[in-house]
């Protein structure tokens, strides 16, 4: 339960940035990047996760790994109903968001994509732009 | 070869409650007449559209799940087009779903068993706590 709060906190602050991505080598942490996927603990040079890069001012930092939100919180049912939970993986103009920045896996990006679908046939999610 | 279905429309939202209740009865006695079965009939009430539909902002949802087969559907769906207060609908197939996590769901509970005797071999119920945190 610990480790699902803090992501959460950081998701929401994410959102507004989604659709734009840091700009070069520039930034010395890319925590900031427009990922909503819940990311486990800090592992660094974790399987594929913890990259460590020497930054403009030769400080390090690490990659989280992200990690499936379905898979971790055991959300099996992805309905095109649930308006809360597909609004998460939409943009702000209306985009689906890519598996690369949620982390979500690949079974559970087509059920998502499938039911963010549905959801906008019947007027839930809008096709572009916000929900007037 | 009985299916179950998800049928959600929205209708005009300045349909009367009573003319509601008459097409939701009309379309009722369309699935019951070709062998269908209603399960469930759920007004979800006035919402907000994502994007106008013909010129409307708002619509009332109406959800009705339904069992029977594929030609119920075709039937019901033409219904629905040709009912004028009704603005748009979607027909989802549910019971493969339902299906599939019902498996899952008897896959979870068998392993919580398993893995919650040893760790308690008395009761079940204390065991069901580490499992749940874990």
Redesign the interface.
């Known amino acids: ?1 610990a480790d699902e709060t803090r992501p959460m906190a950081t998701a929401g602050a994410e959102t507004s940035s989604a659709g734009e991505r840091p700009a070069g080598g520039e930034r010395p942490e890319r925590s900031d990047r427009p990922d909503r996927g819940d990311r486990r603990g800090f592992r660094p040079g974790g399987p594929g996760g913890g990259r460590g890069e020497g930054g403009p001012g030769g400080r390090k930092y690490f990659r989280r790994k992200k990690v499936c939100k379905f898979c971790v919180e ?1 959300i ?2 992805i309905n ?2 649930d308006t809360r939970l597909l609004a998460q993986f939409v943009a702000e103009s209306g985009k689906i968001v890519p598996r690369r920045l949620t982390g979500v896996c690949t079974p559970h990006q087509r059920r998502l994509s499938s039911a963010i679908k ?1 959801a ?8 572009a732009g916000r ?2 | 070869m009985n299916r179950t279905y998800e049928l ?1 429309f ?1 209708v005009r939202p300045d349909m009367a409650e009573e003319d509601q209740d008459k097409l939701i009865s009309t379309l009722e006695s369309a699935v019951t007449s070709t062998g269908g079965q209603v399960k469930n009939v759920e007004r979800m009430g006035k ?7 013909r010129r409307f ?1 708002d ?1 009332i ?1 109406v ?1 009705l799940t339904v069992e029977g087969s594929g030609g119920l559907i075709h039937e019901l769906e033409r219904r629905l087009r040709v009912t004028e207060p009704v603005i ?3 027909t ?1 197939r549910i019971d493969e ?1 339902q299906k599939r ?1 019902e498996k ?1 769901k008897a896959i ?1 509970a068998a392993r919580r068993k398993v893995s919650a005797t040893p760790a308690a071999a008395g009761g079940e119920a204390a065991g069901e706590v580490p499992a749940v ?1 874990a």
Do not use: C, W
């Open positions: 339960m055991k099996e049912a095109y109903k549905q906008r046939n019947i007027a839930l999610l809008p096709f929900a007037s | 959600m929205i919402r907000r559209l994502a994007y106008t539909v902002h619509g949802y959800l748009k609908f979607l989802v779903e996590l899952i979870r945190t």
